[in-house]
């Protein structure tokens, strides 16, 4: 079945860090990959999507680009800042193209911000 | 978070009583979901719905069950509630736009 891998955190940087946060999967179609963003207290808020092979989603300075050979979505920013300390997931759509996708989560990397 | 609603927000438990969670939109999708999260496992998927008076199983369905009456609502029910489910869930429905889903709040359950 579908599955997502993502790095061991919790991280933990300074103010205006370059974050990366990798995030592998396995699937046997041609899912949409998703990174969601979970605040404290609150549930999850998509960051952002990639659908096909090559593309690269942004969004508030976060982006991913859908590595099909490497079967990868890092997630990266140039300078992260306090404001994104939060928990981020990596997700899959099942059924990649259809908009009752089932989502299959990475287990969540904790990223916290120090000024 | 795009009129995603639960109640309730937060509940205890003894083991073995039961309750209903339930998750309403004030959208018009079609398909609601719901998840729980357990610390270092990520969102898995209970159940979820693809219109009114369809439900089906998701990842982890044992131990619950849900009904899709209405369109907006979708509940999850514990008949008998274990220590096992002591977890964060949240309820999401399709977004409108592909592939996209929008999140509630959660609701925190501990079960003694």
């Known amino acids: 079945g579908n599955s997502v891998t993502q790095m061991e955190g919790p991280v933990t940087l300074s103010e205006e860090a370059f974050l990366t946060i990798n995030c592998t999967y396995t699937?046997?179609?041609?899912?949409?990959l998703f990174w969601y963003v979970q605040y404290p207290g609150e549930g999850l808020q998509l960051l952002l999507k990639a659908t096909k092979a090559d593309d690269k989603g942004s969004n508030k300075g976060f982006e991913a680009t859908y590595r099909k050979e490497t079967t990868s979505f890092h997630l990266e920013k140039g300078s992260v800042q306090v404001s994104d300390s939060a928990v981020y997931f990596c997700a899959l759509s099942e059924m990649g193209g259809t908009s009752y996708g089932k989502l299959t989560f990475g287990q969540g990397t904790i990223l916290t911000v120090h000024p | 978070n795009a009129g995603v609603t639960q109640t309730p927000k937060f509940r205890v438990l003894k083991t073995g009583q039961s309750m209903t969670l339930l998750c309403a939109q004030d959208m018009n999708h079609e398909y609601m979901y719901w998840y729980r999260q357990d610390p270092g496992m990520g969102l898995r998927l209970i159940h979820y719905?693809?219109?009114?008076?369809?439900?089906a199983k998701g990842e982890v369905p044992d131990g619950y069950n849900v009904s899709r009456l209405k369109k907006q609502n979708f509940l999850l029910g514990l008949e008998s509630a274990a220590p096992s489910q002591t977890s964060v869930y949240f309820c999401?429905?399709?977004?409108?736009?592909?592939?996209?889903?929008?999140f509630g709040p959660g609701t925190r359950l501990l079960v003694l």
């Open positions: 999401a429905i399709d977004g409108d736009f592909q592939e996209t889903q929008y």
């Open positions: 719905s693809v219109g009114e008076g369809t439900t």
């Open positions: 699937a046997t179609g041609y899912p949409s």
